[in-house]
T-cell receptor, first 117, second 115 residues
Framework: GAVVSQHPSRVICKSGTSVKIECRSLDFQATTMFWYRQFPKQSLMLMATSNEGSKATYEQGVEKDKFLINHASLTLSTLTVTSAHPEDSSFYIC?????????????FGNGTRLTVT | AQSVAQPEDQVNVAEGNPLTVKCTYSVSGNPYLFWYVQYPNRGLQFLLKYITGDNLVKGSYGFEAEFNKSQTSFHLKKPSALVSDSALYFCAVRDGRTGRRALTFGSGTRLQVQP
């Protein structure tokens, strides 16, 4: 089945530093990937839609300069949290949809738990 | 706008008993509905989906869900719960009439199955 790999699974960084999270589709090509953020005991909030070869589409309220998204190939999207602060601590999950069928289910990475100290 | 409501934060059920996790949705066009399960510190795993066709949809691990258009609901069910079913369950929707490709998720329901 379709596999989405996300790395790292956990990261602890100091305030002011930047962190890069990678999302790879291992056995399919994904022209579109989605980045979600999940707060403790809360639902997934869509942050942005990552489009291969073009700019990401950010949801309202998400700072594009803080959460840099790069989708340079059909199998890799990266999310960089720049100048991280403790309030950026969260669980970040990427997802992608195999094939061109918009009705096929999203497949999710295992998430990255970011802790900013 | 599309939205999903999961009215129960937690559902408790004894092992072997049937379980239901509730979900209602709101979309302006045709609803594409999904259920996902999340285990601690993990991503989401797909359980089942409704796009069109039979209102009763069967999915992974013995789960099923029934699409009810008049009640705008898509409740998740399983005839006999297992302790290993304990996890966080998310209902999600996409409006088939819009170009928006991302899913909107409900707030999640924690299922606790007691032995």
């Amino acid at each position: 089945g379709a596999v989405v790999s996300q790395h790292p699974s956990r990261v602890i960084c100091k305030s002011g530093t930047s962190v890069k999270i990678e999302c790879r589709s291992l056995d399919f090509q994904a022209t579109t990937m989605f980045w979600y953020r999940q707060f403790p005991k809360q639902s997934l909030m869509l942050m942005a839609t990552s489009n291969e070869g073009s700019k990401a589409t950010y949801e309202q309220g998400v700072e594009k300069d803080k959460f840099l998204i790069n989708h340079a190939s059909l199998t890799l999207s990266t999310l960089t949290v720049t100048s991280a602060h403790p309030e950026d601590s969260s669980f970040y999950i990427c997802s992608a949809r195999p094939g061109t069928g918009v009705n096929s289910p999203l497949h999710f990475g295992n998430g990255t738990r970011l802790t900013v100290t | 706008a599309q939205s999903v409501a999961q009215p129960e934060d937690q559902v408790n059920v004894a092992e072997g008993n049937p379980l239901t996790v509730k979900c209602t949705y709101s979309v302006s066009g045709n609803p594409y509905l999904f259920w996902y399960v999340q285990y601690p510190n993990r991503g989401l795993q797909f359980l089942l989906k409704y796009i069109t066709g039979d209102n009763l949809v069967k999915g992974s691990y013995g789960f099923e869900a029934e699409f009810n258009k008049s009640q705008t609901s898509f409740h998740l069910k399983k005839p006999s719960a297992l302790v290993s079913d304990s996890a966080l369950y998310f209902c999600a929707v996409r409006d088939g009439r819009t170009g928006r490709r991302a899913l909107t998720f409900g707030s999640g329901t924690r299922l606790q199955v007691q032995p």
